[in-house]
């Protein structure tokens, strides 16, 4: 019997890894959006669903799944039966499964310190140029040098795998599917450059071409989400 899977899709958010991994797999899902408050934080309604009220959060059968990592890692464990997104080898499994922690436990960090800092840019008019000067140090010191940092990496782990564009061995895999999400904010936000960063510049064209990734913008655009 096929599982019973509801994808809890906060707008905004880490779930468009998700709904895209959902896609890539062919499986039925449902989904149930939220809107972020004014202070852009989820809504009571998520924290009943999980008491972190973070996004995203996968229901399998009930079961309720949190983390992109883990979630990322328990569905192609338990649902990709036909062996699409899963290694073809124990060497590939070890990279993903560095990937998979890689992602949120590290290059998340400096991006997150970089959107307080325009948060605190935007502070009260008469502060400004102070909390410009706050700001800036914290970017220069950290956020900047670490970004920079983690996109060289990333840029040689493409480099390294060759010519097909992704991450790992020769298909699209985990790693692909959480690497997208960081990739396409330092993108947003100006952080890639030809120059430096060839190669994630051709794998994010490369996810944006394949059908499932434009099957899952399509649904959530359908259902009011829109990308950070
Ligand atoms: N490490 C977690 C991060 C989850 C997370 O922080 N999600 C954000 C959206 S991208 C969220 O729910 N923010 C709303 C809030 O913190 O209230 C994961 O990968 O799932």
Do not use: C
């Not at 809890?8 to 896609?23: M, N, T």
């Not at 799944?65 to 883990?70: A, K, Q």
């Not at 990279?95 to 960090?109: N, P, R, V, W, Y």
Request: no cysteine; glycine share 6%; net charge neutral.
């Amino acid at each position: 019997m096929s599982p019973k899977i509801v994808l809890h899709y906060l707008d905004q958010s880490r779930a468009d890894r998700i709904i895209w991994l959902l896609e890539e797999l062919g499986l039925d899902y449902e989904l149930k959006t939220y809107k972020r408050g004014r202070d852009m934080v989820s809504p009571p309604e998520l924290k009943r669903v999980h008491p972190l009220g973070k996004s995203p959060v996968l229901e399998v059968d009930g079961k309720k799944l949190i983390e992109s990592g883990y979630i990322v890692d328990y569905v192609i464990r338990h649902f990709d039966n036909n062996k699409v997104l899963a290694a073809d080898n124990e060497e590939d499994a070890e990279k993903i499964s560095l990937a998979l922690h890689h992602a949120e436990g590290s290059i998340m960090t400096p991006f997150i310190v970089a959107l307080i800092t325009t948060k605190i840019r935007e502070g009260p008019f008469l502060a400004r140029p102070l909390l410009n000067i706050v700001a800036g140090r914290v970017e220069s010191s950290y956020a900047v040098p670490n970004i920079n940092l983690q996109l060289d990496y990333l840029e040689q782990l493409l480099k390294d795998n060759g010519s097909n564009g992704l991450f790992v061995g020769e298909h699209l895999t985990g790693a692909d599917i959480i690497y997208m999400f960081p990739l396409r904010i330092a993108k947003e936000r100006n952080f890639l450059s030809i120059q430096r960063h060839p190669n994630i510049l051709k794998y994010l064209e490369t996810i944006q071409a394949r059908d499932a990734y434009k099957r899952a913008e399509t649904r959530e655009r359908e259902a009011g989400m829109s990308k950070i």
